[in-house]
Each structure stands twice: as C-alpha cells, then as structure tokens.
C-alpha cells in the first residue's frame, strides 16, 4: 500500500483515508435507519483487509458516536494497526489551553487509545482563546506525545500561514489542513490554500471527496434523491443532477477505460493533484472496498486534463 507523510516529516499513513462523519451521525446521516453499526464494522475491517489505515473522525460526529464506534472497532481487532485522525471542536466557552488538554483527553477515551496520529482544529473560530494559545496548547500535547502531528481545518491560505508560523515557533510542523475538495468543489486551487500548502509541506485531507455521493454516479435525474439532509442540497435536484451530467458521462466513460468505478476515477484524479489525501465516507464494506480500490493505479495526465477541463465550472 503506497503511503504518504503527513506534512513535511509527520507520520506516514495511507494515500488514501476513510472519513466517518456518517459513523453514528442521525442529525444529517439516516445512521440508525439505513445502515447501522454492524455495516460500518464491516467497513472498518473491510477498509484495514484493503490496506487503508487512516480513519478521520471529530468529537462532534454523532456528538462522539464516531469516535466511540472506533474505538470499538480497534479493540475488537488489537493486532491490526490503525491512524486516527480526529478534531477538536473550537467551542466559545472553550476558551484557556486547558479545555484543548481535556478534549483531547475526552478524545482519547471515547477511542479507547493513549495517542492519535493527527489532532486538528475542526473550524477556523478562536473566539476568546485565540490562535496562540491553541496552537500553543496543540503543540503541548506534540511534546506529551497524545498527538503525532497537528492540523487545521477549513482554514484559508492566510490562516493556514498564520498557524504554521506559530507552531514553527514551538519547533511543530502544520502537517495537515482539512478542506472540502473535489471534482465539484475545487476552490482551493484559486484561492491559495493548494499552492499555499504546497509551498509549505503542509498536506491536504480532501474532505467530500465524492461530493457525498454524487461523484459516485449512482444519482441522477432519473433516480430517487437520497434520503436524510441531502435531499435540500441544490446538487441534488433534478435540475443540479441535469447540471452534472455531463461530468458524470466523462466518470463512466473513464471508469469504463480504466475498468473501474466512477468513484474510484473521481478519488484517484484528486490524487493525481499531488500532495493530497482524499477521505471518503463509507457506510459499508462495498464502498470502502471500492474507494480503496483509488490507489495502486494512475490516470493519465490527458485524462486528469479532461475531468479538469469538464469541471471547470466547479473551479
Ligand atoms: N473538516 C470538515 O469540516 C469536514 C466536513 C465534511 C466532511 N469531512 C470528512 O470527510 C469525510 C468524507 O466526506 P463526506 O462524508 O461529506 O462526503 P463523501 O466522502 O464525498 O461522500 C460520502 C458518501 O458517498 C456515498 N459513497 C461513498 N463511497 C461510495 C461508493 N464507492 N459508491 C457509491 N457511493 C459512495 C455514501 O453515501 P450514500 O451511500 O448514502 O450515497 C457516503 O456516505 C467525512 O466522513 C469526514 O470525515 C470533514
């Protein structure tokens, strides 16, 4: 399995993660009714069995849910070795470097672990803490050996600079800043974050790498809307699914060439970008299997050229 460090000398994980934001969220995932824990622990094992190894959760997650299913999971399978990467929440009354310590702690025992591979700031809000100070205390927990590497998320390219200095000031590299990237969401090769990051060595998690599902192929306008929260994104009426069908025809084609999934084409043109790390959600072992199956090949560039040229719109 092809792995990649996190940031310039930060550990090395797999090219490719699992995102569980589903994993025990009712709020805008149907967790509960139309998956359930037994599916997910079948992803889990299906996701390790591939040789992925990085699982991205958040204290919020199904407020802890995730965090804890995963720490299930680990425990029922102790030799297997797994990364977390998992987020602090920046809450308003969070507001001393102590409540980073104790999140983290909170963490740690919903994962049933003594240290993660990756902590980040799930939002760019400091409110009365500021950045010095949780950054200060991010690179506290570094040195106590809780976190292997610390990074942002959803931070711009001035913010992202910004965290970087100071945690360079405390001898820590920014490994990581978590942005939504996708073949339908690719602002930040416009706004500096991907340039930014590449001059720094910080590496990038692509979040809604599949534009939640969409990239999948299996919506469209013939199709029935997924159930839960999607149902009110634009993306998903009929007149966002007739919008995308183009990109859509191009996947297939693609997929078929390549005798893949249009999933697997959309996640491997992410990492054809460089330097990026995409997280795909999956609810079962099909689409964990199948968003593993991303790596051990490789698009050609005049193929990365046309799914750029047919997204432009999304730029
Ligand atoms: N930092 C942040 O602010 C932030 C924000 C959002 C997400 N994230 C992270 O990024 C991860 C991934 O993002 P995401 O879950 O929003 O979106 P995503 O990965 O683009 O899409 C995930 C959804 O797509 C469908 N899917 C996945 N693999 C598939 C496959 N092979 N074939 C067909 N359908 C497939 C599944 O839903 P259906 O089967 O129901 O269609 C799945 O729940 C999250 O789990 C989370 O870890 C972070």
Same mark, same amino acid.
């Given at each position: 399995? /092809?792995?990649?460090?996190? !940031?310039?000398?930060?550990?090395?994980?797999?090219?490719?993660?699992? !995102?569980?934001?589903?994993? +025990?969220?009712?709020?805008? &995932?149907?967790?509960?009714?139309?998956?359930?824990?037994?599916?997910?622990?079948?992803?889990?094992?299906?996701?390790?069995?591939?040789?992925?190894?990085?699982?991205? /959760?958040? *204290?919020?997650?199904?407020?802890?849910?995730? *965090?804890?299913?995963?720490?299930?999971?680990?425990?029922?399978?102790?030799?297997?070795?797994?990364?977390?990467?998992?987020?602090?929440?920046?809450?308003?009354? =969070?507001?001393?470097?102590?409540?980073?310590?104790?999140?983290?702690?909170?963490?740690?025992? =919903?994962?049933?672990?003594?240290?993660?591979? $990756?902590?980040?700031?799930? &939002?760019?809000?400091?409110?009365?803490?500021?950045?010095?100070?949780?950054?200060?205390?991010?690179?506290?927990?570094?040195?106590?050996? =809780?976190?292997?590497?610390?990074?942002?998320?959803?931070?711009?390219?001035?913010?992202?600079? %910004?965290?970087?200095?100071?945690?360079?000031?405390?001898?820590?590299?920014?490994?990581?800043?978590?942005?939504?990237?996708? $073949?339908?969401?690719?602002?930040?090769?416009?706004? !500096?974050?991907?340039?930014?990051?590449?001059?720094? +060595?910080?590496?990038?998690?692509?979040?809604?790498?599949?534009?939640?599902?969409?990239?999948?192929?299996?919506?469209?306008?013939?199709?029935?809307?997924?159930?839960?929260?999607?149902?009110?994104?634009? =993306?998903?009426? %009929?007149?966002?699914?007739?919008?995308?069908?183009?990109?859509?025809?191009?996947?297939?084609?693609?997929?078929?060439?390549? *005798?893949?999934?249009?999933?697997?084409?959309?996640?491997? &043109?992410?990492?054809?970008?460089?330097?990026?790390?995409?997280?795909?959600?999956?609810?079962?072992?099909?689409?964990?299997?199948?968003?593993?199956?991303?790596? +051990?090949?490789?698009?050609?560039?005049?193929?990365?050229? %046309?799914?750029?040229?047919? /997204?432009?719109?999304?730029?």
């Amino acid at each position: 399995m /092809t792995t990649v460090t996190l !940031g310039p000398n930060g550990p090395a994980v797999s090219a490719l993660g699992i !995102g569980t934001w589903a994993w +025990g969220d009712k709020l805008f &995932w149907s967790y509960g009714k139309e998956y359930d824990s037994t599916a997910l622990q079948e992803a889990f094992k299906a996701a390790l069995a591939a040789g992925i190894t990085l699982f991205d /959760t958040a *204290e919020i997650y199904g407020f802890g849910e995730s *965090e804890r299913l995963l720490g299930q999971f680990m425990q029922q399978m102790p030799q297997q070795p797994v990364q977390i990467a998992t987020k602090y929440f920046p809450l308003p009354w =969070r507001f001393t470097g102590d409540a980073v310590a104790d999140a983290l702690t909170a963490s740690l025992k =919903r994962l049933q672990l003594p240290s993660i591979t $990756l902590y980040q700031v799930h &939002w760019p809000f400091d409110f009365f803490m500021g950045q010095t100070t949780l950054m200060n205390a991010l690179a506290d927990e570094v040195q106590q050996g =809780r976190i292997q590497s610390v990074g942002v998320s959803n931070y711009s390219a001035e913010q992202m600079q %910004r965290a970087h200095e100071q945690l360079a000031a405390r001898g820590v590299p920014l490994a990581v800043n978590q942005v939504q990237y996708s $073949l339908l969401a690719r602002q930040i090769e416009s706004n !500096g974050v991907l340039k930014t990051a590449q001059d720094l +060595g910080i590496t990038i998690l692509a979040y809604s790498p599949l534009a939640q599902g969409l990239l999948s192929g299996k919506y469209t306008a013939e199709t029935a809307a997924p159930s839960g929260a999607r149902r009110l994104d634009p =993306r998903f009426s %009929r007149s966002g699914l007739e919008k995308l069908a183009p990109v859509i025809q191009v996947l297939w084609s693609l997929a078929e060439q390549y *005798e893949r999934t249009p999933a697997q084409v959309a996640l491997n &043109w992410l990492i054809a970008q460089g330097n990026v790390i995409p997280i795909p959600g999956a609810k079962n072992a099909d689409q964990a299997r199948q968003n593993a199956g991303a790596l +051990g090949w490789t698009l050609a560039p005049e193929d990365v050229e %046309r799914l750029a040229q047919v /997204t432009q719109a999304w730029q």
